[in-house]
T-cell receptor
Framework: SQQGEEDPQALSIQEGENATMNCSYK?????LQWYRQNSGRGLVHLIL?????REKHSGRLRVTLDTSKKSSSLLITASRAADTASYFC?????????FGAGTTVTVRA | NAGVTQTPKFRVLKTGQSMTLLCAQD?????MYWYRQDPGMGLRLIHY???????AKGEVPDGYNVSRLKKQNFLLGLESAAPSQTSVYFC???????????FGPGTRLTVL
């Protein structure tokens, strides 16, 4: 069964705007990871946040983790057309990652 | 480095036929994984391996078998393909379990 659930399912924004997507999960985790998938391609790892971390940054990406609420958020600042993709959260537990269904982000020029 | 490669990229099978998907990684990773991705769903883990010679079942293992005879290769077999196995299959590897996973480009399989 899927551990993580992303919200919203789809997001359309103007170039230069920020995009925020959320992930909720059900059980305790070792870490939470975010991945990007461009159409027809494999997934690419974006960022990993451990269960004892609350916030992490990587370039234009900011990830937060609230273990008490079992939720995480991914913020993409100053979006670009190249950010158009599906974004997945994945929780690591018991030797494996469990992926959510993803958020599809469309960045309009 | 090629990273993670998958063979073939596309395949069409008839119900009942068998085939093997090959995954290779050149990063000396211990862990390897096979996922399937269906429309509107995230990736679901089929089987995984924590090292050469080991395999374990994931979330949706029925109808699939795997082998990890060499550290760099992870094979996924379909003994008798069914239309429900029409999907995109991704292989991934990681240095250790909790680390980031590196994905291959995928194999698009259609079973008629």
């Amino acid at each position: 069964s899927q551990q993580g659930e992303e919200d919203p399912q789809a997001l359309s924004i103007q170039e230069g705007e920020n995009a925020t997507m959320n992930c909720s999960y059900k059980t305790s985790i070792n870490n939470l990871q975010w991945y990007r998938q461009n159409s027809g391609r494999g997934l690419v790892h974006l960022i990993l946040i451990r269960s004892n971390e609350r916030e992490k940054h990587s370039g234009r990406l900011r990830v937060t983790l609230d273990t008490s609420k079992k939720s995480s958020s991914l913020l993409i600042t100053a979006s670009r057309a190249a950010d158009t993709a599906s974004y997945f959260c994945a929780t690591y537990d018991d030797y494996k990652l469990s992926f959510g269904a993803g958020t599809t982000v469309t960045v309009r020029a | 480095n090629a990273g993670v490669t998958q063979t073939p990229k596309f395949r069409v099978l008839k119900t009942g036929q068998s085939m093997t998907l090959l995954c290779a990684q050149d990063m000396n990773h211990e862990y390897m994984y096979w996922y399937r991705q269906d429309p509107g769903m995230g990736l679901r883990l089929i089987h995984y391996s924590v090292g050469e010679g080991t395999t374990a079942k994931g979330e949706v293992p029925d109808g699939y078998n795997v082998s990890r005879l060499k550290k760099q290769n992870f094979l996924l077999g379909l003994e008798s393909a069914a239309p429900s196995q029409t999907s995109v299959y991704f292989c991934a590897s990681s240095l250790q379990g909790p680390n980031e996973q590196f994905f291959g480009p995928g194999t698009r399989l259609t079973v008629l």
